[in-house]
């Protein structure tokens, strides 16, 4: 969707529309398909994470159906335990990896950069590379199933089974080497968010102003990047016994089968997290936009916010209460797993004070928004109960957590996903979605939802264990079954709704225009799709609904001063947002997207031999300071 | 279908013993609980989003912060401690060790079946045997379980919480069944192929009759000569499978000794009858692909004969 | 921050019934600003992040050090002080000259930013070839026992950082001897001593828990 045109709205100043042109022109992302590899604009790589991230959705939302077909009814032989093993790994991990935190990356870089004001984020290049190392580990993951290769040892991969010695093909490699894409492109998107979010707001734009979706964005990246170091050792230490014979997890060598479970969810707890903190972020989005009234408790919020990101790095024991640990210290984890249940809690209360009483339009994001709350909440209270230790000792690895967890994640990250998507489709395309597919698909959805996973709850207290392949028709867990797989089939139709009609909304959709929704944050302040520099004057705000205070006062700030020669972006102070300096930023470059090729093959190569560890440092190298190098003209001349 | 007999039921929600009744008393506070709070936040939801429709309204400051502070923190911290002082006690009274001293077995999980042994007094073993756990009466029975392979999970939900099996490490469980009865247990920590049929049987009778079952699982195979046991070692069976009082000693598999004595066979998968013995061992990659066992087809005669051996095996 | 006459700026690309005021003028905002610039606070972010991963391996090293009753394993003596006790004296020097070069930069100096520059990566390559004769004399491989790979990897893994910091500040050394750095145009300079910085620092815990731990606890 590259603007092919500039949208002047009819201007009659001539100089300004000059200066316009040339913005735009300096800003622009050259076409083509070789130009293609050189887009470093956000809203590129945020429009490309967001789309990537919704295929593998798709993907691994086909590879859910194929497990259901197969659990539809007892000793089914629709897959062979083998086959089943690998749909069941891959859809958990593609899920979790290539879908969620990708989406939810996706979102934050198109959008966090433009509701606070800037042009682009802080490391362009930076963030191409970490979505083609995104793209090229994710398309390899998914290309294992039909190739044979792909891991069987479930997507948290425990030890032995996933070890050396009993899973001897390549699928477990190819998952460590999958880990290890994702959390570079994580890793990389964090920082830079963390950074811009930080360094590169609008002038006025203090941390109180910020919208709370930013500061979640924000939290989120902190926590990824203190999660995600534990999921690199495990991965890593996995990947070095299976390559170089390692003993890390070898019990007859001194190692711990149980170090893998602490590393693991040390980084798997705050991760659900990590996936549920921009979505909560997106409902106070549209909530504010589709209430058009401020939110209710926005110190609470953001506290809110901080306390479960920090208060869910003291959780991860909890997916452990059955390993034998000493109760006393799995009594303190359950407290602390409780204890979440606050910050939630004040944000569901302070979003349902928001609403009470007003004039609510009811379009698609806030259908959505309604989904949320009453499946989030749902998931909220399963947590709550296997919180308790003697409670998850029944119900710990049957189907009473996969229904809390989709309730959770689902409820939880997709459908304010949804919502955000409907809500920004508009901005990102130029043209509204249709509002009759997006009822039908909300309803579908939701129906489809609640059949596929509530009967869950029961199958998992009437004794059916997870990640089984089949069972025993003896069981009399038949009928639940079907009916899971029933409900499953409408949900999949729910988002196949979603799915046609983003792509019929943009080859047809109505002109959006602007501001579509009325909505206060900056994100509407420019064109629709946005100019490619996003805002021809940077603003400057006075509070945090910055639009409708300019409609109040009939008046906006703006900045003045940066070049349209070049692309500048300016850095305030971290506080209190007062201008500092101004950013130059590179234009587009083909070198992130070699250097993420050179990486991959590093990467991948490590599957079979660990020279490519010594030939990816110093190609990597290679490839950075080509990257780096200053090139002619410097910034002076 | 035969197995309503000897196969029982696999559910949390009907209690066999006192561990797993005070998990399924908790269960239905916690649900209770749990409907009520949803129905207040969602019928919260629904009175606030509706009032909008004949004019707006806003709740005052004061009035918000109270309601955020009582349902977003108040009543959070309610259930906080009533989780975690619920799950304090009853995690006390389901891992420890109260209640009449019963047997002591070890519980090895391998792949993918269970293996028990039992002990004496003084830790010497008494019996080997596979997949059918019985149990006395009332007594609490102290499980040791132990993988040299890969994690596995001993789960028998009418009874107890599950414990896991990790190699390098030994868990403790406890189980105390209430009245005589059968259950069924299932492994519950994903561990390759064949995790979805690794199932076993728990099964608990009057002290006396536990007493004979367990001399009679103690003493030696009842055949050990003839053509059906010349076709099993024939066949390469002894290698992995041990029938004491003969020399057949493999350990790979499971103990054979008393084979017929067994309700189920392939980690209760299938019933015990002489056709399904002929078919777990002539095509058992059709009942559990990936079985580490080979399928044997010996001729019809001798298939015979070695069925009728098995058979005999009480 | 003058204002100027909105009449003459770009109107807003939003309705046109707001009329646009500059309140911030950037002409005049630095456009270098090498140490508050973002790319500073990215390279802390990346520093952060390799913290974390060495605050897990060393949490590692002692949990299964809890494992074991024997740690190190019998038969297996700690590795001895001597290679590891100069490394922990030449990193802190070559942070030293890399600082002195900062200075330097931050001065105009383009002679002392070189030298310093080339010295650092002198006595981190002296390092590493000090390490290099350590691994040799390890008394466990990697692939004996636990203790021996969280060994070697901790080892491994300081090993290859320095490799990086050193590649890094040799381009920066190139770039220094060519005179492309001025007090003004060098952050590359700044966020390179930066990272420098953090790989000389985190081996003081490696080195205390990889050869004190072991004969202490």
């Given at each position: ?6 949208d002047?709205?009819?201007r009659?100043?001539?100089?300004s ?35 990537t ?40 991990t ?28 802080a490391?362009p290049?930076?963030?191409?590379f ?34 050396p ?18 959390e ?12 811009t ?74 991760e ?45 024991v ?17 407290a ?18 928001t609403?009470?009483?007003?004039r ?25 109960m ?11 690895d ?22 955000g ?6 901005k ?10 997006g ?52 949900l999949?139709?729910?988002f ?16 959006a225009?602007?501001?579509p ?8 302040a ?9 805002f021809?004057?940077q603003?400057a705000?006075?509070?945090?609904h ?9 008046q ?9 020669t070049?692309r ?37 190569g ?6 490519f ?10 490839g ?7 090139r ?6 | 279908?035969?197995?309503?007999a ?32 949803f ?5 919260m ?21 109270i309601v ?8 959070p ?8 002082a ?52 009332g ?46 247990a ?14 076993g ?31 099993f ?82 | ?5 909105p009449?003459?700026?770009p ?39 390799e ?9 590692s090293?002692?949990y ?36 002195w ?18 010295a ?23 692939d004996?026992?636990a ?45 390179d ?5 953090f ?19």
């Amino acid at each position: 969707m590259s603007r092919a045109t500039l949208d002047l709205r009819g201007r009659e100043d001539e100089a300004s529309r000059e200066e316009l042109e040339q913005i735009e022109r300096v800003w622009r992302s050259p076409p083509g398909f070789l130009g293609w590899f050189t887009h470093v604009n956000h809203t590129n790589i945020g429009r490309r994470f967001i789309v990537t991230s919704l295929v593998f959705f798709l993907l691994s939302g086909v590879l859910g159906l194929l497990m259901r077909w197969q659990l539809s009814g007892p000793l089914n032989d629709f897959l062979d335990p083998d086959t089943y093993n690998r749909i069941m790994t891959v859809h958990g991990t593609a899920m979790m990896f290539l879908f969620a935190i990708p989406a939810m990356e996706g979102v934050a870089i198109y959008i966090a950069p433009l509701m606070i004001g800037a042009r682009d984020m802080a490391f362009p290049r930076l963030n191409a590379f970490g979505y083609y190392v995104y793209l090229i580990g994710g398309t390899i993951f998914f290309l294992s199933l039909p190739l044979g290769l792909a891991p069987a040892a479930g997507w948290f991969s425990y030890v032995p089974l996933s070890g050396p010695e009993f899973a001897r093909d390549y699928g477990v490699d190819i998952w460590t080497t999958m880990i290890t894409f994702i959390e570079v492109s994580a890793l990389t998107a964090a920082v830079e968010l963390i950074v811009t979010i930080l360094k590169l707001r609008a002038p006025g734009m203090s941390l109180n102003r910020m919208p709370i979706f930013v500061w979640a964005i924000l939290v989120t990246a902190f926590m990824i990047i203190f999660a995600m170091p534990s999921v690199i050792v495990a991965s890593s230490l996995l990947m070095m016994d299976r390559l170089i014979d390692t003993q890390f997890f070898n019990v007859d060598a001194g190692g711990s089968a149980l170090l893998w479970q602490h590393l693991f969810w040390f980084f798997g707890h705050p991760e659900v997290y990590i996936i549920l903190l921009p979505a909560l972020g997106i409902v106070s989005a549209v909530i504010v936009t589709f209430t058009q009234r401020p939110l209710f408790g926005y110190t609470a919020l953001v506290l809110a916010l901080v306390g479960v990101g920090m208060v869910s790095f003291g959780l991860w024991v909890h997916h452990m209460y059955t390993t034998g640990l000493p109760l006393l210290g799995r009594t303190f984890f359950m407290a602390a797993s409780a204890m979440i249940a606050i910050p939630s809690g004040v944000q569901i209360y302070c979003w349902i004070v928001t609403l009470w009483g007003a004039r609510i339009r009811w379009a698609t994001p806030m259908l959505w928004v309604l989904g949320f709350f009453a499946i989030f909440v749902l998931g909220g209270l399963t947590g709550v109960m296997v919180a308790s230790v003697p409670f998850d000792r029944q119900v710990h690895d049957t189907y009473f957590v996969v229904a809390h967890f989709h309730y959770v994640l689902v409820g939880g990250a997709v459908f304010p996903l949804m919502a955000g998507l409907y809500y920004w489709f508009p901005k990102i395309t130029g043209r509204m979605m249709s509002e009759r597919l997006g009822r039908w698909s909300f309803a579908l959805t939701f129906v489809g939802f609640n059949l596929t996973f509530f009967p869950m709850h029961q199958l998992g207290l009437i004794g059916m264990p997870r990640r089984v392949w089949t069972y025993l028709p003896e069981r009399g867990w038949d009928w639940l079954n079907m009916l899971v797989t029933f409900g499953a089939f409408i949900l999949a139709a729910g988002f196949a709704l979603t799915a046609i009609n983003a792509i019929r909304s943009a080859l047809r959709g109505e002109a959006a225009g602007d501001n579509p929704w009325n909505a206060p944050t900056l994100e509407w302040a420019t064109a629709s799709p946005p100019l490619n520099c996003n805002f021809a004057r940077q603003p400057a705000v006075e509070d945090d609904h910055p639009i409708w205070s300019w409609e109040d006062t009939g008046q906006r700030a703006v900045v003045g001063g940066l070049s349209t020669t070049r692309r500048e972006t300016l850095v305030t102070t971290l506080l209190d947002a007062r201008p500092q300096s101004v950013q130059v930023l590179p234009g587009p470059t083909p070198w992130p997207f070699v250097t993420a090729v050179i990486t991959s093959v590093a990467f991948l190569g490590l599957i079979f031999s660990p020279w490519f560890f010594v030939i990816g440092v110093f190609s990597a190298f290679a490839g950075f300071v080509l990257w780096f190098w200053p090139r002619r003209p410097y910034r002076e001349e | 279908m035969i197995l309503a007999a000897c196969d029982g039921s696999q559910s949390a929600l009907d209690p066999g013993g006192p561990d797993a009744h005070a998990i399924a008393l908790l269960s239905q506070w916690m649900f209770a609980a749990g409907a009520f709070v949803f129905v207040v936040t969602v019928g919260m939801l629904l009175v606030a989003v509706s009032l909008g429709r004949t004019g707006a309204r806003q709740l005052s400051f004061r009035r918000s912060a109270i309601v955020v502070l009582i349902g977003g923190v108040a009543a959070p911290i309610v259930a906080i401690v009533a989780v975690a002082a619920s799950g304090a006690l009853i995690g006390d009274e389901t891992e420890g060790a109260q209640g009449p001293e019963g047997p002591e077995i070890v519980v090895a999980g391998r792949m993918w079946w269970w293996e028990f042994r039992y002990l004496d007094d003084d830790g010497e073993v008494i019996a080997v045997t596979a997949n059918e756990l019985h149990l006395p009466v009332g007594e609490r029975a102290r499980l040791r379980l132990v993988s040299d392979n890969v994690i596995h999970s001993f789960w028998a939900p009418n009874l107890q919480g599950k414990t896991d099996l990790i190699p390098g490490v030994e868990n403790v469980l406890f189980f105390q069944p209430d009245a005589p009865g059968t259950w069924r247990a299932q492994c519950a920590e994903f561990c390759g192929l064949q995790h979805g049929l690794m199932g076993g049987l728990v099964i608990a009778e009057p002290r006396a009759e536990y007493d004979a079952w367990l001399a009679g699982q103690a003493a030696d195979a009842a055949v050990t000569e003839g053509p059906g046991f010349d076709a099993f070692m024939d066949l390469g069976c002894g290698e992995c499978h041990t029938i004491r009082g003969t020399a057949a000693a493999g350990e790979a598999g499971p103990d054979l000794t008393h084979l017929a004595s067994r309700r189920t066979l392939a980690a209760a998968t299938l019933p015990n009858t002489p056709g399904n013995l002929g078919g777990w061992i002539t095509d058992t990659h059709s009942v559990k692909p990936g079985a580490k066992m080979p399928a044997s087809v010996p001729k019809p005669e001798r298939l015979h004969a070695l069925i009728r051996f098995l058979g005999a095996l009480e | 921050m003058s204002a100027r006459d909105p009449e003459k700026s770009p109107p807003p690309h939003v309705d046109r019934k707001t009329r646009a005021v500059v309140t911030v003028d950037a002409t005049d905002l630095p456009r270098f600003a090498p140490h508050t610039h973002p790319l500073w606070w990215g390279i802390a972010g990346a520093v952060a992040i390799e913290a974390a991963v060495v605050a897990t391996l060393l949490t590692s090293y002692f949990y299964l050090a809890a494992q074991n009753p024997h740690w190190p394993p019998e038969g297996v003596d700690p590795p001895p002080l001597l290679w590891p006790t100069l490394v922990l004296f030449v990193l802190p020097m070559s942070s030293a000259t890399m600082w002195w070069a900062g200075r330097g930069s931050d001065a105009g100096r383009k002679r002392q930013l070189a030298i310093g520059v080339t010295a650092s990566v002198a006595l981190a390559c002296l390092a590493l070839a000090f390490r290099s004769v350590q691994l040799t004399e390890l008394d466990v491989r990697w692939d004996a026992h636990a203790y021996g790979s969280i060994l070697w990897v901790v080892t491994g893994f300081h090993f290859t950082h320095v490799v990086s910091a050193v590649l890094g500040t040799a381009a920066v050394a190139v770039l220094a001897w060519r005179g492309y750095f001025t007090p003004e145009r060098q952050l590359g300079v700044v966020v390179d001593t930066l990272y420098w910085y953090f790989v000389a620092a985190v081996y003081l815990p490696i080195y205390l828990v990889l050869y004190w731990a072991p004969r202490l606890l």
